[in-house]
């Protein structure tokens, strides 16, 4: 068979991704335990460090195939995922689409499965992604059959009849006052008056043992994409948090309206996303009565000009013809594969896709690792400075009478209470500082403020039955969330004016060490919150045209949105915090090292005074201390080279 899967450039992109994976979690774990070996750093750094190598070990490529009904989206993911079958795997022939979202994953240890969610669930308030952890929600069936597989999945595109009522509660069907005139009653062919076919089931997860899902690929297969307003968390949730997306469009009809605004509304929004958009069914242009050339040329202008109008490049768009790839790979036909384009897509996945996905997760790196790695050079650098300088002035002492030495005794013993004096009244002052962190940076941003924000904006929103009122009551939620975060931006204005304040003073007295913490970039996390509230306003507007209002999806969006903006407004409290915790841990870390060292320096000047023969033997020790912060330095130097040779090296 032409092309198999051990040949796919998807599949080889994959592992080549997975072992640069592996060598960069293994030097991130190197790190961790060298940093807490070190102790120079707080444990948070250290928890830090093994978080990102867990999240680099366990990462995937998500990877979500949206399009219009019956634009071939699942007929593509079985010429990319299982032509090796010899059959058609997922239902995608006439009669038989997709209903509900379904994740294709790899299969833990190996076994097959399938689990349903009902179409029921959406009555309740309640996120699919918290539905995962629950069991019981979820009905499950067994994929262990082998030839049957195929035949067991067309459970996905089964259907259900229910009274219109029934389907206007679950948010499927608009309310009356939105019904044309003459129209309040439905018909089904199948089941009669006052009755509608519903999808039975509102999400599905399919785990198989696939060489490509195993490697670390993760694909969402949507339905039509009037799903997207049907059910608000594929919009703000599995779409947005996808690594990337497969626009599918027909090459008859390149960029539609309804085409234009999802792409406009939903799937282009985010930078750090790689989209590629596919002109499928190609094959439909195939004439043998025509000139290949001609042919070619017009596929060529549907793509430049699909392209100016999503406002891409030409690279991101690929004719294709799925239906024929698949053809191709189960009947051996080289030539048919060439010219389905399937080929193109691949090589596009896989030099475009992985690439770029892999490069979002190694800048996350570098960036932890720059930091934790620069401070920690930082301080050995200034501890060996410090013994150097502790080596020179006993050597210098040496060389000097023993007469200065209880002179400096006595100067050393009032440096040292003036210290511990000027520590004890900044412990004091601490208990002052943390009330004012409380108030002015943590309790505008706590959660019991935000939960009545979304209760009051619940409520109004329920209450809006036109477009603009619920853009309008979107707009005052963002509003109110926006003039919370601005109180907690003076608060950490304020925060760090205190901090800057209290530790001035006695940095400058004692020659403590620059206070080298990052400070909390609250401000453009707050860019972050108006860049959000003007996507969700955007989203507003559509509801019109993409749910008609109803109130049963208004209320999942805005519930969706809200729990988003909560879950957010949460990360930055917590991020707050710790930044607050980091920088009390680090001023206490300097004003303990400085004491330590002062005692340390007092009681050698003692035990000089006592007895002047003891010079050599502290010069020594001194000696042996710096040795032990070089090799420290360069066991460091190693770690850093290993980190940084990890995340430079280049895929197989």
């Known amino acids: 068979m032409p092309n198999s899967l051990n040949d796919s450039p998807i599949l080889q992109g994959l592992r080549s991704f997975r072992l640069w994976r592996e060598e960069v979690a293994q030097s991130l774990h190197q790190l961790a335990e060298l940093t807490g070996d070190l102790g120079l750093l707080p444990g948070g750094n250290i928890l830090q460090l093994e978080n990102l190598a867990f999240e680099v070990e366990q990462d995937s490529l998500r990877l979500a195939v949206v399009g219009e009904f019956s634009r071939g989206k699942t007929e593509l993911i079985n010429a990319l995922l299982f032509a090796d079958l010899g059959q058609r795997f997922l239902p995608s022939s006439t009669g038989q689409t997709t209903m509900c979202p379904v994740e294709i994953r790899g299969a833990p240890q190996g076994r097959a499965g399938l689990q349903l969610l009902p179409i029921a669930s959406r009555s309740m308030d309640v996120s699919i992604e918290k539905l995962k952890r629950a069991g019981s929600a979820w009905v499950r069936l067994s994929c262990e059959e082998g030839g049957n597989q195929g035949q067991r999945l067309k459970v996905l595109t089964e259907t259900i009849c229910v ?307 619920i853009v309008d009551r979107f707009r005052n939620f963002f509003a109110e969330a926006t003039r919370q975060f601005d109180l907690a931006l003076a608060g950490a204005e304020r925060v760090n004016g205190e901090i800057t304040k209290e530790y001035a003073a006695l940095q400058q007295r004692y020659s403590l060490p620059a206070l080298a913490t990052i400070p909390y970039a609250i401000l453009p996390r707050r860019a972050e919150l108006l860049a959000m509230a003007e996507s969700y306003e955007r989203f507003g507007m559509m509801l019109e045209i993409a749910v008609n209002t109803q109130s049963s999806v208004v209320r999942k969006a805005f519930l969706t949105v809200a729990g988003k903006v909560r879950d957010y407004i949460v990360d930055t409290r917590r991020d707050a915090q710790n930044w607050v915790d980091e920088v009390m841990a680090v001023m206490n870390q300097y004003l303990e090292s400085y004491h330590r060292k002062a005692a340390e320096e007092l009681e050698a000047l003692e035990r000089i005074s006592l007895a002047m023969d003891s010079i050599d033997g502290r010069v020594e020790h001194l000696q042996t201390q710096r040795s032990t912060t070089q090799q420290q330095v360069q066991e460091l130097e190693r770690v850093s080279n290993l980190v940084q040779n990890s995340l430079d090296a280049k895929a197989l």
Request: glycine content about 6%; overall charge negative.
């Open 163 to 469: 009274a219109i009522e029934e389907a206007r509660r679950l948010g499927l069907c608009p309310p009356l006052n939105r019904v044309a005139k003459g129209q309040e009653s439905s018909v089904c062919p199948s089941c009669g008056l006052g009755k509608v076919l519903i999808p039975r089931w509102r999400h599905s997860m399919l785990f198989l043992p696939h060489p490509i899902l195993d490697a670390g690929l993760t694909v969402l297969d949507t339905p039509g994409l009037n799903a997207i307003g049907a059910e608000p968390e594929l919009t703000f949730s599995m779409l947005a948090d996808a690594d990337a997306l497969l626009f599918i469009l027909g090459i008859d009809t390149g960029v539609t309206q309804s085409d234009l605004t999802i792409w406009e509304q939903y799937l282009k929004r985010n930078r750090n996303q790689h989209q590629l958009v596919l002109l499928n069914k190609v094959d439909t242009l195939w004439d043998e009565l025509r000139d290949p050339f001609e042919i070619e040329e017009e596929i060529e202008a549907q793509a430049q000009r699909t392209a100016e109008r999503l406002g891409i490049t030409r690279a991101q768009v690929i004719p294709i013809s799925g239906q024929k790839a698949l053809l191709a790979r189960i009947r051996g036909n080289e030539e048919l594969l060439q010219r389905s384009g399937i080929l193109e897509l691949e090589k596009a996945i896989a030099e475009l896709i992985i690439p770029g996905h892999r490069a979002a997760l190694e800048q996350k790196s570098r960036t932890l690792t720059k930091r934790i790695l620069t401070e920690q050079k930082a301080l050995l650098a200034e501890q060996d400075r410090h013994l150097a300088m502790q080596t020179q002035n006993l050597q210098e002492l040496k060389d000097r009478t023993g007469e200065k030495v209880p002179k400096l005794v006595r100067q050393h013993q009032q440096r040292l209470a003036h210290f511990e004096h000027d520590r004890s009244a900044f412990e004091g002052r601490k208990l002052a500082f943390q009330e004012s962190v409380q108030e002015h940076l943590l309790a505008p941003l706590s959660t019991a403020t935000f939960d009545l924000i979304i209760s009051n904006a619940k409520g109004e929103m329920l209450s809006a039955w036109t477009t603009a009122g």
